[in-house]
């Protein structure tokens, strides 16, 4: 027996649900259009610029990115540019790219909830802040969430073709983060099974599936071969993947938390909605339920509990949630579900309420926070920036001992060729205690960046900036202590022109927080002239500067 009203509550209820999340999505994109390139994608940026003049990947550089990352990256600012825009409108892409297919995946009656989900996880995206645009683990997840699409066509058609693009899907995931495979190898054998006990032949599912994923790889190494980089780059599977990976781990209560921290009542008056659905029988269900686990295990073996981390979760999540609840309201309509009778209303309530804090509240809170992002204030980067220009800099002529301050933002900014290979300065401090492969790449990068300096001589301009990446407690310049040959080196041959310190926080993402302070480095030689250059832009430059004494 139909509710009396729920067919007259329903309609507008679905419809209001998915104007706010539209809403909240348009001002995001909005707000958020003149967004800068910083953070990560600067970086990965930096190094395909690199790339481009010389420097071969992992030969010349030790970097923990992997070459699905840096493929992804090259091809953009070869096809849509190597600016902030085009960087933004690929964000934008792959998000739209993830809407498309968690429409596909929610079914069809539920193609509103899909892309509700989409949006939602749009502007989830934003309110993470201006250093998470374009970040590796949203491509992965437009990606899985994309073959997804592909794997239930080949399975409901025997389709060959949507088998090997399925297969293509996950391996170009794989690529850019290793922790896919294991999800393609599960959907691999899942599907298997499934077809066998159908009755159905396997190996034209799974041929074409092999075959798309072995073609990424063959593809990657082919490239890093004509690179000649194919042996530095396993080298760095044994040394700097396995460093990097082990620095600024959170305990597991912080992991567990932080997964799904922005929509946590949401998935609590959802779990008993899906418990009672019953929809982890069929392949689909089981396919689904194995991604939400593989976004889960992703994040937790990160562990370092970054926010982008959680976006493979998210976006299995949110449409899972989404159609769970529209099946749950619709069935308080007496629509065919496979809801309990008698758990229809409290379901529908859970589920109601469930749609409402998410569109609601989570929404338009998230889309509020990008609009008090202050995104103009980039005051390293603009200060750097005067000062390398007073400095008339040169290809080959700075070298920054940084990480993601923005020394290596402002390189890419001005089309400046490092002087050597090293990006991150973790890798020549690194924390108190590390593990063989942790040591063996500090190790190893200090020696490359010690033979580069002798073999070309000291640059001419030298940036540090305050703090360490990725170890927390080092505070300052006392990053430098870590490594006596580097201070010896710059008392040898530098002369310290000048100090910038920041005097006001900035808000990139939900805590503003100061910006680094750097310090430039002049070869002693050409002391004296960049200092009388750089006591010119005294009051021109974002942040003051500290003169030292000559």
């Known amino acids: 027996m139909r509710h009396p009203g729920s067919a007259r509550f329903l309609l507008p209820f679905r419809i209001a649900l998915f104007g706010a999340v539209l809403l909240s999505a348009s001002l995001f994109v909005a707000w958020s259009w003149h967004w800068p390139l910083v953070g990560d994608a600067s970086q990965v940026h930096y190094i395909c610029f690199l790339m481009d003049h010389g420097m071969a990947p992992y030969r010349v550089s030790g970097d923990m990115n992997m070459p699905g990352a840096l493929l992804v990256d090259w091809t953009v600012m070869h096809t849509l540019g190597a600016g902030s825009l085009p960087w933004r409108l690929f964000d934008l892409l792959t998000v739209a790219g993830a809407t498309l297919s968690m429409a596909l995946l929610t079914g069809r009656g539920h193609r509103l909830p899909g892309v509700g989900a989409g949006l939602l996880l749009l502007v989830l995206h934003g309110a993470d802040g201006l250093n998470d645009l374009g970040e590796r683990d949203l491509t992965m997840a437009a990606l899985l969430l994309a073959s997804y699409v592909c794997l239930f066509r080949a399975m409901r058609e025997e389709s060959r073709s949507r088998s090997f693009l399925f297969g293509l899907g996950c391996s170009v995931a794989a690529t850019i983060k290793p922790t896919a495979l294991p999800l393609a190898a599960f959907l ?110 992703s994040y937790l073996a990160q562990a370092k509990g970054f926010p982008y981390y959680r976006y493979p979760l998210l976006a299995f999540l949110l449409p899972m949630v989404a159609e769970d609840c529209d099946r749950a309201l619709r069935a308080w309509g007496n629509a065919p579900a496979r809801f309990p009778l008698r758990a229809r209303p409290a379901l529908a309530a859970c589920a109601a309420g469930a749609l409402a804090y998410a569109a609601f509240l989570v929404a338009p809170v998230s889309a509020e926070k990008t609009h008090r992002f202050a995104w103009r204030d980039q005051q390293f980067i603009h200060s750097l920036t005067g000062d390398l220009l007073a400095l008339h800099a040169a290809d080959r002529e700075v070298q920054c001992i940084d ?132 006591a010119g832009l005294a009051g021109q430059s974002r942040l003051p500067p500290v003169l030292p004494e000559p």
């Open 188 to 297: 691999l054998l899942l599907g298997g099974v499934t077809l066998r006990k159908r009755g159905a032949r396997v190996a034209p599912f799974l041929a074409p599936a092999f075959a798309g994923l072995l073609l990424p790889f063959a593809g990657v190494l082919l490239i890093l071969w004509k690179q000649r980089a194919l042996g530095a780059f396993a080298h760095g599977l044994e040394t700097a993947v396995p460093y990097y990976a082990s620095l600024a781990h959170q305990p597991l209560p912080f992991l567990l938390l932080h997964s799904v921290s922005p929509v946590l009542p949401v998935v609590a008056l959802w779990l008993p909605v899906t418990v009672f659905a019953r929809r982890w029988r069929s392949f689909e269900s089981l396919a689904l339920a194995g991604g939400l686990l593989f976004g889960l295990c």
């Open 403 to 534: 990480s993601l301050a923005g020394c290596g933002t402002t390189l890419l900014r001005l089309h400046l060729v490092q002087a050597t290979g090293l990006l991150s300065d973790f890798f020549i401090f690194g924390p108190d205690h590390v593990d063989q492969a942790g040591a063996r790449a500090i190790r190893e990068a200090r020696q490359g960046f010690v033979d580069a300096v002798e073999r070309q001589g000291p640059p001419r301009i030298l940036i540090v900036s305050t703090g360490l990446h990725l170890v927390p407690g080092v505070e300052g310049w006392t990053k430098l202590d870590r490594w006596p040959w580097l201070e010896n080196y710059l008392a040898a041959h530098y002369q310290l022109v000048l100090t910038r310190v920041p005097t006001r926080p900035v808000r990139w993402w939900a805590r503003a927080s100061l910006p680094s302070a750097y310090r430039v480095y002049v070869r002693d030689g050409d002391a004296p002239a960049a200092r009388a250059a750089l």
